[in-house]
């Protein structure tokens, strides 16, 4: 079956300053939405803080249990951009400039290259650069860990770089059931029968509007990486509903 | 010092539709500016599926490690709302309905308490319920783990009847010099020295306008317990940078 082979991803986000509630982080979603048009899925998300025992700790615990690692923010030229030795001690490998790294700070920077941004040039043995066509100081790679800027503008562009080196999987069909006027408890037994009678398929409920004085209602969500499946399960599920009496709409795919 | 006791806190962020990208989370960055006003430090997130053995796994982890963990998600009334069974099974103690969250969800449903919305009743032992009120149906507190909704506007107001409940630390003070005109790679040596010199206070470094056509610079932030502590800090900082003919600006508290 197509969705035993789906690669399997985790994020980790670093960053004392998305703990400290001063910066909401992005990165998360756009990382998601990224893996799922590739079919990857994204099974479990961390955020730690600018500590070293912490990233460690995390790396190691997401790299053994994911095919893939993507990991944001810590990678600049301040004293508390750690990541970079965080991961080779985490994979227990040396860290040294590596030399296209210097070359490309070398280039942008000029007789501005002073010692700070020089430690951007510093990867850890094995690491293979990511582009950065946005401030040129690359990411990179170890083995299964991807190494990208917390800057989400940054970090988006670098995802063009990494996409190409991912084993993709069967991408995952999703509809959308629009339902109004009735919470979703209204519509809960009905949706969990469809859940029992496609387990391949997922079903979710996301209600909007409650307990406010607009409509009311709740978004059901059926989704498989089988599109058949899915198709005539949302239908199933419109039309059970439609005799039940709830108002339903079937969204755009 | 005071530092040293105040109280650290996890959150948990639960369900898939986070991780497939089809809603950016905003919960994080409300319950981090929650606690951070509380003085309390949050030290990690993990956000994790609609999956029971995940959700159970990360629940003990967290509730070890920190004195609060924060859940958000999972605790609506359809089949895949599984957080309160999941919670019951991480401390190892019986599910069952609760007689005061009945009664309010009695009150707010009337004829239409079906079997569905009925589950969410259904309590940890032990449980003390957190009120709900948006739509009533409340979350709940075991020991230090505090279970709240996935709706934003639910779970912010859950946040109310929480805080009574937490040990607070002093809060930390938090200023912000504001450079211009230059990257963080130009002032990253002056910010290390002074993190260098002020151990007991963190200093991070927050580009802006990196890459693009305009202003660029970097939020120098300054963080720490000690108010006083602080300010010192920040005043000598940017008298230092003042100095090397770097544009600083103190922003306001």
């Known amino acids: 079956m197509t969705q035993m082979t789906a690669p399997t991803a985790a994020v980790l986000i670093i960053g004392d300053e998305i703990l400290s509630g001063?910066?909401?982080?992005?990165?998360?979603?756009?990382?998601?939405?990224?893996?799922?048009?590739l079919g990857i899925d994204l099974r479990e998300a961390r955020t730690v803080g600018d500590r070293e025992e912490q990233i460690v700790e995390a790396l190691n615990a997401l790299r053994h249990a994911h095919d893939y690692v993507f990991t944001t923010g810590g990678i600049g030229p301040t004293h508390d951009d750690i990541t970079a030795d965080c991961v080779a001690r985490a994979f227990g490998v040396g860290i040294s400039e590596h030399p296209t790294a210097l070359a490309i700070l070398e280039q942008?920077?000029?007789?501005?290259?002073?010692?700070?941004?020089?430690?951007?040039?510093?990867?850890?043995?094995?690491?293979?650069?990511?582009?950065?066509?946005?401030?040129?100081?690359?990411?990179?790679?170890v083995e299964n860990v991807f190494v990208m800027a917390g800057v989400p503008r940054i970090m988006t562009a670098m995802l063009e770089d990494v996409a190409p080196r991912?084993?993709?999987?069967?991408?995952?069909?999703?509809?959308?059931?629009?339902?109004?006027?009735?919470?979703?408890?209204?519509?809960?037994?009905?949706?969990?029968?469809a859940a029992r009678a496609n387990r391949e398929l997922s079903?979710?409920?996301?209600?909007?509007?409650?307990?406010?004085?607009?409509?009311?209602?709740?978004?059901?969500?059926?989704?498989?990486?089988?599109?058949?499946?899915?198709?005539?399960?949302?239908?199933?599920?419109?039309?059970?509903?439609?005799?039940?009496?709830v108002a339903v709409a079937l969204q755009p795919a």
């Not at 001063?22 to 048009?37: E, K, W």
């Not at 629009?178 to 919470?183: F, H, L, M, P």
């Not at 059901?220 to 509903?241: M, P, Q, Y």
């Open 22 to 37: 001063r910066t909401a982080d992005t990165n998360l979603n756009t990382v998601a939405r990224f893996l799922a048009a």
């Open 108 to 141: 942008r920077y000029g007789h501005e290259l002073n010692a700070a941004r020089r430690r951007m040039a510093r990867i850890p043995e094995g690491g293979v650069l990511i582009a950065n066509p946005v401030t040129d100081a690359p990411g990179f790679q």
């Open 203 to 245: 079903f979710g409920s996301y209600p909007f509007g409650a307990g406010s004085q607009g409509e009311i209602g709740t978004n059901l969500v059926v989704r498989g990486r089988d599109a058949a499946a899915v198709e005539a399960a949302v239908a199933a599920l419109s039309e059970r509903l439609t005799a039940e009496g």
């Open 166 to 193: 991912l084993r993709t999987g069967a991408v995952v069909h999703a509809r959308t059931l629009r339902v109004s006027g009735v919470g979703e408890g209204a519509v809960a037994a009905t949706l969990a029968e």
